[in-house]
């Protein structure tokens, strides 16, 4: 008889053991079934940081935007009210077009030393004082116009903070522009460029002036002719060295050859308006520039 239970409990664990494996992949309490769920909520959070804010096709005018918010709100209004919301709309401003401007209509810069795959800011301190971020809180709107939804992400500032990016490149503001339209961060130390609406350095190109490309070496040397393509018939200069160079005979060049990118001015001192080019320019009228040259900025 006691034979018989021993043999009986054995079947039914060897048989209980069968169950379970054959039925594991469904049990809520077996560990492949906890595994599966934590992969879940991984999946959902990381869907989740992807897109932290509200993202909204148009101006901010048109989705009706509080006034005193967001890209709106003065210097010395509320953090929480200006991190409402910001806007990334795609326009013109000076000699930049296309440039992306905020929702007051400020110019809006990448820099060179971030990198936008992956997506990292570089600025951070005394730097994100001269050059502040463009920043929007968790549940926060940004509002987009003329820029595809698909290039606006989002990075994590040292700070904590949420930085828009834009085709990966985190995006700023320039403390010494002081009104909409002001360009004054153009070219600043060679690293900081107007951003296009694709992530792109507006106002510079790979050897064709200003234009669309992502810029190159730094020039140290520059040949300006008076005459567009470069021409032999007319006459020409030479100008080297580090940083602002005075031009001995200005406002006569129409043509540029460099070796990279250098800043063209209108005024002596580097002063007057200004153009980021990056390697040869052969007809200085197409970028605004034919006989107005005064001096150049190399570095």
């Known amino acids: 008889m006691f034979r018989k239970h021993v043999v009986s409990l054995a079947v039914l664990i060897t048989a209980g053991i069968g169950v379970l494996s054959a039925c594991g992949n469904e049990l809520p309490g077996s560990a492949q079934a906890v595994d599966n769920k934590a992969a879940t909520a991984e999946t959902s959070s990381a869907s989740t940081s992807d897109q932290p804010v509200n993202l909204l096709s148009g101006t901010p005018k048109a989705n009706n935007a509080p006034p005193n918010t967001g890209d709106w709100a003065s210097v010395d209004a509320p953090k929480e009210s ?31 030393k971030d990198t936008a795959k992956p997506s990292k800011s570089n600025c951070n301190g005394d730097c994100a004082k001269t050059w502040p971020p463009l920043t929007v809180a968790h549940g926060g709107k940004v509002f987009f116009d003329g820029v595809k939804r698909s290039d606006i992400g989002f990075v994590t500032r040292d700070d904590g903070s949420l ?13 010494k522009d002081t009104k909409p339209g002001d360009t004054n961060g153009q070219g600043v130390g060679g690293t900081w460029f107007g951003v296009q609406p694709n992530g792109q ?24 002719f008076d005459d567009a393509n470069f021409s032999d018939n007319g006459a020409s200069q030479g100008v080297a060295g580090k940083g602002c160079q005075n031009l001995s005979r200005p406002d006569v060049t129409s043509s ?8 063209l001015w209108t005024e002596k001192d580097c002063k007057g308006k200004s153009m980021v080019i990056n390697g040869d320019v052969p007809d200085l009228k197409s970028i605004g520039f034919d006989n107005t040259l005064a001096s150049v900025f190399f570095g």
Do not use: C, E, H, M
């Open 201 to 224: 350095k507006s106002g510079v190109n790979n050897g064709g002036g200003a234009g669309n490309g992502d810029g190159g070496a730094k020039a140290n040397s520059a040949i300006l």
């Open 82 to 112: 200006a991190q409402k919301w910001v806007a990334v709309i795609a326009g013109k401003a000076g000699n930049l077009d296309p440039v992306v401007l905020n929702g007051a209509g400020f110019t809006l810069y990448r820099f060179d």
């Open 256 to 263: 540029v050859k460099a070796t990279g990118s250098l800043k």
């Open 163 to 175: 930085q828009v990016t834009i085709g990966g490149w985190p995006v700023y503001k320039f403390a």
